[in-house]
């Protein structure tokens, strides 16, 4: 019998943690597939975070390494430049991200560093219970917010794809989402193209994947689908923001 498909190699047996409707699994299969079809599960390392994903390392079927809250580019910096050959990258959170980890990402990014971060982007803190994150939108309500987001005491929502694009040592950039077929496809491309990039020993690069919440959204997970799109979409609009390799090709 002709094998249609098949659970990707780059993943483990363990079950996971993750809440039902959350993206996370979702991700992981993504990158996992990337990384078997480009043939780099022997030559990759990976840095877990402080947040949902903690366990990542029970899941990617390669070589993984813990970091501190906040300090996984710091941690991916290190191996990239002690084991430059090596793939490496980064899976985090927002709130581990783009809070504590914000100077981390940014200096990173600046200095050019030649690895690949995978950003989740559900506007809330999951593991921790629900609270306001940097990426909260405006109005969202959540265990810190509870009559909902404001400007005038949280300001405005980070759009982290967009502000590290603008560093000239950044070499690609790009937002997605997995709410479906065709968004799962261009989510696919963007981390494929990543991982190139990094091969090919181009410059910082990133892919930030918008994601569902159920659990603190207090919604299903059809639902939470449905919210992605009409409300985190609107703020966060998908695409490549960056391509430095595209942009020199058509110079």
């Given at each position: 019998m002709?094998?249609?498909?098949?659970?990707?190699?780059?993943?483990?047996?363990?079950?996971?943690?993750?809440?039902?409707?959350?993206?996370?699994?979702?991700?992981?299969?993504?990158?996992a597939?990337?990384?078997?079809?480009?043939?780099?599960?022997?030559?990759?390392?990976?840095?877990?975070p402080?947040?949902?994903?903690?366990?990542?390392?029970?899941?990617?079927?390669?070589?993984?390494?813990?970091?501190?809250?906040?300090?996984?580019?710091?941690?991916?910096?290190?191996?990239?430049?002690?084991?430059?050959?090596?793939?490496?990258?980064?899976?985090?959170?927002?709130?581990?991200?783009?809070?504590?980890?914000?100077?981390?990402?940014?200096?990173?990014?600046?200095?050019?560093?030649?690895?690949?971060?995978?950003?989740?982007?559900?506007?809330?803190?999951?593991?921790?219970?629900?609270?306001?994150?940097?990426?909260?939108l405006?109005?969202?309500?959540?265990?810190?917010?509870?009559?909902?987001?404001?400007?005038?005491?949280?300001?405005?929502?980070?759009?982290?794809?967009?502000?590290?694009?603008?560093?000239d040592?950044?070499?690609y950039?790009?937002?997605?989402?997995?709410?479906?077929?065709?968004?799962?496809?261009k989510?696919?491309?963007?981390?494929?193209?990543?991982?190139?990039?990094?091969?090919?020993?181009?410059?910082?690069?990133?892919?930030?994947?918008?994601?569902?919440?159920?659990?603190?959204w207090g919604?299903?997970?059809?639902?939470?689908?449905?919210?992605?799109?009409?409300?985190?979409?609107?703020?966060?609009?998908?695409?490549?923001?960056?391509?430095?390799?595209?942009?020199?090709?058509?110079?």
């Amino acid at each position: 019998m002709a094998i249609v498909y098949q659970k990707s190699k780059g993943l483990t047996d363990a079950e996971l943690h993750y809440c039902p409707g959350c993206n996370h699994g979702i991700i992981h299969k993504l990158v996992a597939e990337v990384l078997e079809e480009m043939g780099l599960l022997d030559n990759t390392i990976g840095v877990c975070p402080v947040g949902c994903s903690v366990f990542a390392y029970n899941y990617f079927n390669v070589d993984m390494q813990e970091a501190a809250h906040g300090r996984a580019p710091a941690v991916a910096t290190a191996i990239k430049r002690c084991r430059p050959d090596n793939t490496v990258f980064t899976y985090q959170g927002d709130g581990d991200l783009a809070s504590i980890g914000m100077a981390e990402i940014v200096h990173a990014a600046m200095r050019g560093e030649k690895f690949t971060t995978i950003f989740v982007n559900n506007g809330i803190y999951g593991m921790t219970g629900g609270q306001m994150a940097p990426t909260t939108l405006v109005g969202q309500k959540t265990t810190t917010s509870p009559m909902g987001r404001t400007v005038t005491q949280a300001g405005m929502p980070i759009r982290m794809a967009e502000m590290l694009s603008t560093m000239d040592t950044v070499d690609y950039c790009a937002r997605v989402c997995v709410t479906d077929i065709p968004n799962l496809n261009k989510a696919k491309k963007a981390i494929r193209t990543a991982f190139e990039r990094q091969q090919e020993g181009r410059g910082f690069n990133f892919v930030e994947v918008l994601s569902t919440c159920p659990t603190n959204w207090g919604m299903s997970p059809i639902d939470s689908l449905h919210w992605l799109n009409d409300k985190m979409v609107a703020y966060y609009p998908l695409g490549v923001k960056k391509d430095k390799k595209a942009e020199a090709e058509v110079k």
